[in-house]
């Protein structure tokens, strides 16, 4: 596991990885440093090289709920506490090297959390020019996947073709964590099912996955569960009516 020391410099306190030495990390510099992915009010991303490194720089605007501003952990730091224990438990994520906070109060995006690219292509990339066998293959990786996730007792926060990465020999990476949580008991059933009509409803709309491949999806991941918490049938209600809902939400947009 990556080692961190406490960060301070200036307004900005937090918490660095060994990886990075501190006097290349100067937060209002980054913002203007390399590519430009997201930007955003309330957030804004870009992708860039750091000691040597293809990171991600995640900056947060706070929330504008008092309440949570003074009383809830910051998001950075609740990112890097999910990421450390998603990689405790063998859940391949990206890898954290960076989360503080800026105590300066005229600051529109004061919490920095960066990161290190996953360097494998995602599920959503991986369909786009794949064969009915290779399509069967990656689903297969993607079922075995989310139910590691869900087996360890997390659940993802946007579980979509596009926040899967698999690697050359099929080991899957979660990426985009910022809402991924542990499973709450009394909720787990219902979180768990989300995160399967959230892959499949998506996956059909962008990548044509057909009801038979949903089964054998669906087919899989009950297999490769410790506990099985869904039926099969109700899911594949479900997904469908969240595919409907997609396409109409799509159509609307176009408008």
Same mark, same amino acid.
């Given at each position: 596991?990556?080692?961190? *020391?406490?960060?301070?410099?200036?307004?900005?306190?937090?918490?660095?990885?060994?990886?990075?030495?501190?006097?290349?990390?100067?937060?209002?510099?980054?913002?203007?440093?390399?590519?430009?992915?997201?930007?955003?009010?309330?957030?804004?991303?870009?992708?860039?090289?750091?000691?040597?490194?293809?990171?991600?720089?995640?900056?947060?605007?706070?929330?504008?709920?008092?309440?949570?501003?003074?009383?809830?952990?910051?998001?950075?730091?609740?990112?890097?506490?999910?990421?450390?224990?998603?990689?405790?438990?063998?859940?391949?994520?990206?890898?954290?090297?960076?989360?503080?906070?800026?105590?300066?109060?005229?600051?529109?995006?004061?919490?920095?959390?960066?990161?290190?690219?996953?360097?494998?292509?995602?599920?959503?990339?991986?369909?786009?020019?794949?064969?009915?066998?290779?399509?069967?293959?990656?689903?297969?990786?993607?079922?075995?996947?989310?139910?590691?996730?869900?087996?360890?007792?997390?659940?993802?926060?946007?579980?979509?073709?596009?926040?899967?990465?698999?690697?050359?020999?099929?080991?899957?990476?979660?990426?985009?964590?910022?809402?991924?949580? *542990?499973?709450?008991?009394?909720?787990?059933?219902?979180?768990?099912?989300?995160?399967?009509?959230?892959?499949?409803?998506?996956?059909?709309?962008?990548?044509?996955?057909?009801?038979?491949?949903?089964?054998?999806?669906?087919?899989?991941?009950?297999?490769?569960?410790? &506990?099985?918490?869904?039926?099969?049938?109700?899911?594949?209600?479900?997904?469908?009516? *969240?595919? &409907?809902?997609?396409?109409?939400?799509?159509?609307?947009?176009?408008?």
């Amino acid at each position: 596991m990556t080692e961190y *020391r406490t960060y301070h410099n200036y307004s900005w306190n937090g918490f660095i990885s060994s990886e990075l030495n501190d006097m290349d990390l100067v937060p209002e510099r980054l913002e203007v440093q390399g590519e430009m992915i997201v930007s955003k009010p309330n957030r804004m991303v870009r992708r860039m090289d750091l000691s040597g490194m293809t990171v991600y720089a995640k900056w947060f605007a706070p929330s504008k709920n008092i309440f949570k501003r003074l009383f809830l952990k910051p998001l950075v730091f609740k990112l890097l506490d999910i990421h450390q224990a998603l990689l405790a438990s063998g859940i391949g994520c990206a890898e954290p090297l960076f989360a503080a906070i800026s105590g300066k109060a005229f600051q529109n995006l004061p919490q920095l959390f960066i990161y290190k690219e996953v360097p494998y292509p995602s599920i959503s990339k991986r369909l786009q020019n794949a064969s009915a066998d290779e399509a069967a293959r990656i689903y297969a990786a993607a079922a075995k996947a989310i139910a590691a996730l869900h087996n360890a007792g997390f659940v993802h926060g946007d579980c979509l073709p596009g926040n899967i990465c698999l690697s050359n020999d099929g080991q899957p990476f979660f990426i985009d964590n910022d809402r991924t949580s *542990r499973s709450l008991p009394f909720l787990r059933q219902r979180q768990e099912s989300r995160n399967l009509i959230q892959f499949c409803a998506h996956a059909a709309h962008q990548r044509g996955m057909t009801r038979e491949m949903q089964n054998r999806f669906l087919v899989r991941y009950i297999e490769c569960r410790s &506990q099985i918490t869904a039926s099969l049938e109700p899911l594949l209600d479900k997904i469908e009516a *969240r595919k &409907q809902e997609i396409l109409k939400e799509r159509a609307s947009a176009k408008r």
